[in-house]
T-cell receptor, first 116, second 117 residues
Framework: GAVVSQHPSWVICKSGTSVKIECRSL??????MFWYRQFPKQSLMLMAT?????????EQGVEKDKFLINHASLTLSTLTVTSAHPEDSSFYIC????????????FGQGTRLTVV | AQKITQTQPGMFVQEKEAVTLDCTYD???????LFWYKQPSSGEMIFLIY??????QNATEGRYSLNFQKARKSANLVISASQLGDSAMYFC??????????????FGSGTRLSIRP
């Protein structure tokens, strides 16, 4: 079946630096991908919709300049957390619909970001 | 606005018993989809079951079934013959609006299920 691969699985970075997280669709093309953030013991909150070849659509309250999203190809979307701070520490996870269906969304393995 | 509500933060169930996880939703759309995902401690999201708003039959996938009551706007997950490996966080989710590649999924707050041996 369709697989979404996310990299890295975990990352530790210093406060003030930037971190890039990749989300790839391995055996299908995804014109749209979704980025979620999940704080410990909480639900997944949609951050933004990544659109291939155009600007991402951000949810209310999500800082566009802090969370840069690039969807340069049909199989790759990237999320860059710029000038990271400890409060950005969270679990970030991407997803995409299996081609031709909206009955199952595939999720990446997630990236656990720790900012120190 | 669309909303998913899971009122059970945590549940304990004896192994081999059946368990029902509650989920209610709110939407003004006529066309929507409902999902259940399992999230073990590793963090991965495991798809369990899907129910379309126009599906007349309740969805079933192995030990999982979805008790869909459209008029009540509820979509409870039933796990039969629970196993120790079922211990995890369970999320009810909804696809907003008609099917398209841009359709978003929103999640409920989740229920942590613990299976006792």
């Amino acid at each position: 079946g369709a697989v979404v691969s996310q990299h890295p699985s975990w990352v530790i970075c210093k406060s003030g630096t930037s971190v890039k997280i990749e989300c790839r669709s391995l055996d299908f093309q995804a014109t749209t991908m979704f980025w979620y953030r999940q704080f410990p013991k909480q639900s997944l909150m949609l951050m933004a919709t990544s659109n291939e070849g155009s600007k991402a659509t951000y949810e209310q309250g999500v800082e566009k300049d802090k969370f840069l999203i690039n969807h340069a190809s049909l199989t790759l979307s990237t999320l860059t957390v710029t000038s990271a701070h400890p409060e950005d520490s969270s679990f970030y996870i991407c997803s995409a619909w299996a081609r031709g269906t909206n009955t199952e969304a595939f999720f990446g393995q997630g990236t656990r970001l720790t900012v120190v | 606005a669309q909303k998913i509500t899971q009122t059970q933060p945590g549940m304990f169930v004896q192994e081999k018993e059946a368990v029902t996880l509650d989920c209610t939703y709110d939407t003004s759309d006529q066309s929507y989809g409902l999902f259940w995902y399992k999230q073990p401690s590793s963090g991965e999201m495991i798809f369990l079951i899907y129910q379309g708003s126009y599906d007349e039959q309740n969805a079933t996938e192995g030990r999982y079934s979805l008790n869909f009551q459209k008029a009540r706007k509820s979509a409870n997950l039933v796990i039969s013959a629970s196993q120790l490996g079922d211990s995890a966080m369970y999320f009810c989710a909804m696809r907003e609006g008609r099917r398209s590649s841009a359709s978003k999924i929103i999640f409920g707050s989740g229920t942590r299920l613990s299976i006792r041996p």
